[in-house]
């Protein structure tokens, strides 16, 4: 299945060949890709539901490049897709049929590692992992740590402020990054926020944060360094039942215990990961939840003794405490590989990503149960559950007529559900293609025109990332009569 | 991942193998992360991920061109993207069937298809390629600097053992170009598992195990390569020999695949699935010897103990054989420090013929790997493959050595 969202919009009438003969000036031939045979591995990103040809890839290696390219896709008036490694699970770096998808991969320096005021400097299309493995020799190391921290790129995570499992203490990429350098899609420089503490005037830099390449093409972050805690270690409960791991949640946050990371994991994700990583999770428990505790060794005894306990009066059928650096990297190992070993028991899935108030976690977990049976398709849960952050995989076989089809509406009933239990529609992975229509179910349009009027501040001719983030008017009030029963529901779906 | 294979492969086994394969993959881009092609070049193409989708429309039967053929031939088929998929993709076997397609489909130049005649005929034949290297050692004076450091130093062995009547004994691979680049690797191997009580010998008529022609699709001559290698050690694995030690991580793999490659010869099929099971590399078999190995290191002094050695483990060792931790294990036990190398998992370029076929991406990786190698000034620098060690000497002046020469060195001191 692949996407048509090019119908009805008329505003770009892009000259390829004139665009071509443009960018083949500025760009080296090996960093210009023109056609089909090697346009389709860039049609779509970790979310493969949702897939779209191009019209040309490029490959800048240094900001000189970016800005060439802008600057002429601003004067042909041809809409940019920006793009990390593509691990983005909303969408964010799909392209759009007339644009040219702006690969930040080949910008990968890291420029400045400084230990002192504990910040490193850096190109966009660098790692997230790269940043902390630069920084280890100082003791040192980068937050956020999305699960993809492997393959995920710093400019990604800016741009869909992206959360991990260490986030819960220490904060998502907002947090973290203290300046940004960017272009316009005019090819103008801008920066926001500075290396110190705060800045003068609006705070555009937490607007940047999320923006998912609709305002500014990234081309250096400046991120906050965090010192090694001399310790960490993991606990793992396993629970008989998935309420009952719910409200452990809620109980150690209750305590007053802020985790390094709370994380839990049900049956199925269990079963998925524990083959692949080894890394010794009970398969009987109905759900396991890692919380880890790090800081001084006294700090994280005294931590520990107090976790467990919670664990223990929450009814956790067995609890194991990591006992070295390798058993807690053991631990971490199958959580942070869960999606991807999700694909060794189906074909597809599709990651959600709402969040809930803890207290309803378990309440989350059941209604989720039932949508399974009712939609007659498998879900396995991964939780970032410290902050409420839900990532149910629905499981489902492209190859089978109607299984995305089945999968979507049934991701679609989760969000609407998050909402309604005072929750998101996004934690961490964006709004991007897949979310954009229940945009209308958590903002009123008087916010999504505030929106657009944003993103005509720094794009007025929206040719940035097209299509995506935020929803146009039209879209939300079709989005609210279908809701309300009035008219057909139409999902960005990816069509037959 | 959505699939729909055309005709003219889907109800094949080979479509129905490749099918399974593309469908394992949800294009998580974890496997780009740790792609050398992908790390040096930022393209897509260039990546793991990129070549399954490359793969994926190739067998959707939509139009292939050299571009397709230009980004599978850059793959080193090092595996590391299977060591880090978490969804269990068998990269590797999607990569020989498209490759096998690719090169019905897009005519390669004459130029290309002669290199690749020289490298299947001359380099396993050991008659031709010692003779050559002897040949091109006199005249490197006279090469340009590029052809130069492709020819490797004259190295000599130090002697074997001294046949001895040990109950336990095992084969060794002579191996079509290691008796002639790094003739003490054996020899090395044969002192060390003599004092453990292991006779070690090499079966005349084995010849090449057949590697190099199966990488450069020579499938015919790779097959007869291997019928020859199991005739030649058949009759002593008949007649009481324990096991095969491979003391070049690149045949080990290889060999170690016999019985799957053999698997449709009625005639050879049982022979080679024995032979591979059969078959273990030198550090395996140490590491089954540890008790006795290790009274023997207490036995000898401690005079080499300390040095500091930087270890490149071989894709063969680490991705294609999985075995790791464990040459670093014995180095240690023998009293050597290990320093750690960044990107370790990653090639260092060499893959077979990849240094002839891709030169210059080859040279980026070996000089990479190089600097990482020698980033905290080690005294020594091993590794575990004959190709991995003449490739990385290729690029610097410290002696790259096998790392069994060190083992032998603390127990039967430098001759
Ligand atoms: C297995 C798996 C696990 C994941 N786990 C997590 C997790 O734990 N937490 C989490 O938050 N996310 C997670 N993600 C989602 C994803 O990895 C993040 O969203 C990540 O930040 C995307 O980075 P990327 O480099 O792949 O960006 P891409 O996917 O290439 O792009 C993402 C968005 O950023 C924009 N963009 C990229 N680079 C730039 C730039 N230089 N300038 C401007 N805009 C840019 C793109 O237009 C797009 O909108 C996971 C994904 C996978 C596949
Ligand atoms: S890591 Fe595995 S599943 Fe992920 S893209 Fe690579 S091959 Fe596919
Ligand atoms: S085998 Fe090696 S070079 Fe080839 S795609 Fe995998 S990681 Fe990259």
């Known amino acids: 299945m692949s996407l048509d969202f090019s119908t009805g919009d008329p505003r770009f009438a892009v000259d390829r060949p004139a665009l071509i003969a443009r ?3 500025v760009l080296p031939a090996d960093a210009l890709l023109t056609v089909e045979e090697d346009l389709r591995p860039y049609e779509c990103d970790g979310l493969t539901a949702y897939r779209c040809l191009p019209s040309l890839v490029a490959l800048p290696e240094n900001e000189a490049q970016v800005r060439a390219i802008l600057r002429i896709c601003h004067e042909l008036r041809v809409p940019v897709v920006p793009r990390g490694t593509a691990t983005g699970l909303s969408g964010g770096a799909t392209p759009h049929p007339d644009a040219v998808v702006v690969s930040m991969a080949r910008l990968k320096k890291i420029l400045r590692v400084d ?13 997230n992992l790269a940043v902390s493995e630069a920084a280890a020799p100082y003791g040192l190391y980068y937050a956020p740590d999305p699960s993809s921290q492997i393959a995920c790129t710093i400019g990604g995570n800016v741009a869909e402020n992206s959360g991990g499992v260490h986030c819960l203490k220490y904060g998502l990429t907002v947090h973290n990054v203290l300046r940004v350098r960017g272009l316009t899609i005019d090819g103008e420089s801008v920066e926001f926020g500075s290396a110190a503490l705060d800045a003068a005037g609006y705070d555009l830099l937490a607007l940047i944060n999320g923006s998912e390449g609709l305002l500014t093409l990234l081309t250096e972050v400046t991120v906050r360094l965090t010192p090694k805690p001399p310790l960490a270690q993991v606990v793992i409960a396993s629970f008989a039942d998935v309420r009952r791991a719910g409200e452990a949640v809620a109980r150690i946050i209750a305590a007053g215990i802020i985790p390094a990371g709370l994380e839990m994991m049900d049956k199925k994700a269990i079963h998925a990961v524990e083959p692949y990583v080894k890394a010794g999770y009970n398969l009987d428990a109905e759900a396991i939840l890692l919380c880890e505790s790090d800081g001084t060794p006294e700090e994280v005894a005294e931590e520990i003794v107090r976790v467990v306990e919670v664990l223990d009066n929450s009814g956790a059928s067995e609890i194991r405490v990591s006992q070295s650096e390798v058993e807690r990297l053991r631990f971490w190992a199958g959580r942070k590989a869960a999606f991807p070993a999700v694909g060794r028991v189906t074909p597809d899935y599709l990651c959600m990503d709402g969040t809930i108030p803890r207290k309803r976690l378990a309440d989350m977990l059941e209604a989720i149960e039932a949508l399974s049976r009712k939609y007659a398709l498998r879900c396995a849960n991964v939780f970032h559950a410290g902050d409420g952050n839900l990532h149910p995989l629905i499981m489902y076989d492209a190859n089978q007529a109607g299984e995305l089809e089945r999968a979507v509406a049934f991701g679609a009933e989760i969000l609407e559900l998050s909402v309604r239990f005072g929750g998101t529609i996004t934690g961490e992975h964006g709004v991007g293609l897949e979310k954009i229509d229940l945009m209308a179910e958590q903002f009123a349009s008087g916010e999504i025109a505030a929106f657009h009027r944003l993103k005509a501040a720094f794009d007025e001719d929206g040719l940035l990332n097209p299509g995506k983030g935020v929803p146009t008017l039209a879209r939300c009030r079709e989005y609210t009569l279908a809701r309300a029963g009035t008219a057909p529901v139409t999902f960005v779906a990816p069509k037959s | 991942m959505e699939t729909h294979l055309a005709d003219f492969i889907k109800d094949t086994a ?3 193998e490749a099918d399974a ?7 998580c881009g974890f496997c780009n992360a740790t792609c050398p092609t992908f790390q040096l070049l930022g393209d ?25 053929q230009c980004h599978l031939d850059r793959c080193l088929s090092c595996r590391s993207c299977e060591t880090t998929c978490p969804s269990g993709v068998n990269y590797y076997r999607l990569l020989v069937i498209g490759r096998g397609l690719v090169e019905q489909r897009v005519p390669r130049s004459l130029a290309a298809r002669a290199t690749r005649l020289l490298l299947t005929e001359a380099v396993p034949r050991r008659w031709i390629f010692a003779p050559s290297v002897r040949v091109g050692r006199l005249l490197r004076a006279c090469l340009p600097a590029k052809l130069a450091e492709k020819v490797p130093d004259i190295v000599t062995a130090k002697p074997w053992p001294r046949p001895a009547a040990h109950r336990r004994r095992m084969i060794v691979l002579a191996g079509c170009v290691q008796s002639t680049l790094t003739p003490n690797t054996n020899a090395a191997a044969a002192r060390v598992l003599d004092r453990l009580g292991i006779a070690l010998f090499e079966a005349p008529g084995a010849g090449c195990c057949g590697a190099m022609r199966h990488h450069l699709h020579a499938k015919a001559p790779a097959l007869d390569d291997i019928r020859r290698v199991i005739d030649a050690w058949w009759p002593h694995l008949e007649n009481g020999v324990e096991g095969v030690v491979m003391t070049a991580s690149g045949c080990g793999a290889h060999v170690r695949d016999y019985g799957v490659l053999l698997r449709h010869d009625p005639a050879y099929a049982e022979k080679a699935a024995r032979i591979a099971a059969m078959t273990r590399d030198v550090s395996e078999v140490l590491a089954s010897e540890q008790e006795a190995l290790s009274r023997l290191l207490r036995e000898s002094g401690t005079d080499r103990a300390g040095r ?15 075995i790791r931790g464990v040459v670093e294990g014995l180095l240690a036990a ?20 990849y240094s002839i076929s891709q030169p210059l991406l080859a040279r980026q990786l070996r000089d990479n790997k190089l600097a990482a190698m020698t980033a905290s000034a080690p005294d020594v620098l091993v590794t575990a493959n004959v190709g991995c060690q003449t490739h ?9 050595r096998h790392w069994i020469e060190l083992i032998d060195e603390r127990l039967n001191g430098v001759c």
């Not at chain 1, 002192?116 to 790692?127: H, W």
């Open chain 2, 308 to 322: 500091r050695v930087a270890f490149h483990s071989p894709c063969t060792l680490q991705h294609w054989q999985q």
């Open chain 1, 23 to 25: 960018l083949s000036v």
């Open chain 2, 44 to 68: 897509e193409l260039d990546g793991p991920r990129g070549r399954i989708y490359l793969i994926k429309q190739l067998l959707e039967g939509r139009p292939v061109s050299e571009k397709t």
């Open chain 1, 115 to 127: 230990p002192f005021s504990r910040t490193a400097v850096v190109q966009p299309g660098v790692r």
């Open chain 2, 21 to 27: 394969i593309l469908r394992a993959c949800v294009h």
């Open chain 2, 334 to 353: 023998a009293g050597y420090r290990i320093v750690p190398i960044a990107d370790a998992h990653l090639c260092c370029g060499s893959a077979g013929s």
């Open chain 2, 392 to 400: 990385l000497q290729s690029g610097g002046t410290t002696p790259v």
């Open chain 2, 14 to 16: 080979e479509g129905r």
